[in-house]
């Protein structure tokens, strides 16, 4: 089924690694939330129109609100955009709905508030445990304030939560990144996603690394941080579902398996992406652009219809991370014999390095594999004539 989802463009300080879109200025959030609830209605057919007739519905099992920081909306603000959904969508009624937050902004008032909104998941950005890495990566919140919002939203009643850790980050020693796992795994968490610090271009980070302020990411120490997160997650009994994503048994983020396995999804505010299956579409990276192109009844978006090609190639990259694998019966089905023989030939010096298996006509990384998947995907890739 389908998902939706919300980008909240603020945030409250500026890590220096990010290249998402988002705004330090909060002084177009109430219009940005007017512009918001009349997307959801301009694009309440999104969804259903790639559907045949016969399957037509706007029914959606997934809502992520991500950004950005949408722990910035306070209840009422919350409210009037599920208000818009509600009005618009079917939501079914065991859908998966999770808002990403900062740890500075769970507190128990706010967690109280939050109980009252159909929020039922939470991805809480955590990153480090040590004030010297959150500083180092100008994160807004203090390690106490980590394992306290976690501690708040369990108090409240919330058990679905996930955290997102970062490794890699020059500061951050072999020791402290397992004491780092550990203190996930004290909080009892159900879902860590981990991410190796990367250095993205135009970012602040890319100028401290630059001008020499902050030493380059070491990509022996991620290596070897990503086996120790490996090694660990096992004994924890973390089931690696997604490269970048761990969880107890039960429960993977439904939202983003869904992107995973292909499934359609809309994106609503400034940068959200969509695919409807043949088509993918983005919003512009620009609040006031967004808002007044909206106030116009214009919606400021790109789309790239997908060729063959290009849709094979975005299911290597996305399935080949996952536990489901790459299927070759999906591929024959969806893509046609040409891109199956393609594939096993490009995979053969794969199998042979042991980074790749091929189970029951799926392909899976391997241990090894995960470290370079990446490259692994690109080189599976089909290029256009
Ligand atoms: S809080 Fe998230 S979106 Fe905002 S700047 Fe930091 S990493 Fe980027």
Redesign the pocket.
């Known amino acids: 089924m389908a998902g939706i989802y919300i980008h909240i463009p603020f945030?409250?300080?500026?890590?220096n690694?990010?290249d998402?879109h988002?705004s330090t200025s909060l002084k177009n959030k109430d219009s940005f939330l007017f512009a918001l609830q009349k997307e959801i209605e301009m694009q309440r057919d999104y969804l259903s129109l790639a559907l045949s007739k016969e399957e037509r519905s706007r029914e959606v099992s997934t809502i992520y609100f991500g950004?950005?920081?949408p722990s910035l909306l306070n209840q009422s603000e919350l409210m009037q955009i599920f208000d818009s959904l509600n009005k618009h969508f079917d939501i079914a009624s065991n859908a998966e709905i999770t808002l990403?937050a900062?740890p500075d902004d769970l507190t128990k008032n706010k967690i109280k508030e939050l109980k009252d909104i159909p929020i039922n998941r939470f991805s809480i950005?955590i990153q480090s445990f040590y004030d010297e890495d959150l500083k180092l990566m100008n994160?807004?919140h203090n390690s106490q304030e980590a394992g306290y919002a976690v501690k708040c939203a369990q108090d409240g009643g919330f058990e679905n939560i996930s955290i997102d850790l970062i490794y890699g980050i020059p500061t951050l020693t072999n020791h402290k990144w397992r004491n780092n796992l550990q203190n996930a795994f004290l909080l009892n968490v159900k879902h860590i996603s981990a991410y190796c610090l990367t250095v993205e271009p135009k970012t602040v980070l890319a100028h401290q690394v630059k001008t020499g302020q902050i030493k380059n990411v070491d990509e022996q120490q991620s290596a070897e941080q990503f086996e120790i997160m490996l090694e660990a997650m096992k004994k924890f009994n973390f089931v690696q579902y997604e490269i970048s994503n761990f969880c107890k048994e039960g429960y993977y983020s439904k939202h983003n398996s869904n992107y995973w396995l292909k499934e359609n999804y809309l994106g609503l505010g400034p940068s959200a992406h969509s695919y409807n299956g043949t088509s993918r579409q983005w919003n512009i990276s620009n609040n006031a652009l967004y808002i007044s192109g909206i106030e116009n009844k214009k919606l400021n978006f790109e789309i790239e219809e997908l060729t063959l090609s290009q849709r094979y190639n975005e299911y290597i990259l996305t399935s080949l991370r996952t536990m489901w694998g790459t299927s070759i019966d999906y591929i024959k089905l969806n893509f046609g014999d040409d891109f199956v023989r393609y594939c096993l030939q490009e995979a053969k010096k794969y199998f042979e390095a042991k980074d790749l298996i091929n189970e029951e006509n799926k392909l899976f990384l391997t241990d090894k594999g995960k470290l370079i998947a990446d490259k692994i995907a690109s080189d599976l890739f089909k290029l256009e004539k």
Do not use: I, P, V
Request: charged share 20%; hydrophobic share 25%; net charge positive.
């Open positions: 945030c409250k300080q500026a890590c690694y990010c998402f988002f950004g950005g920081t990403e900062n950005g994160r807004a």
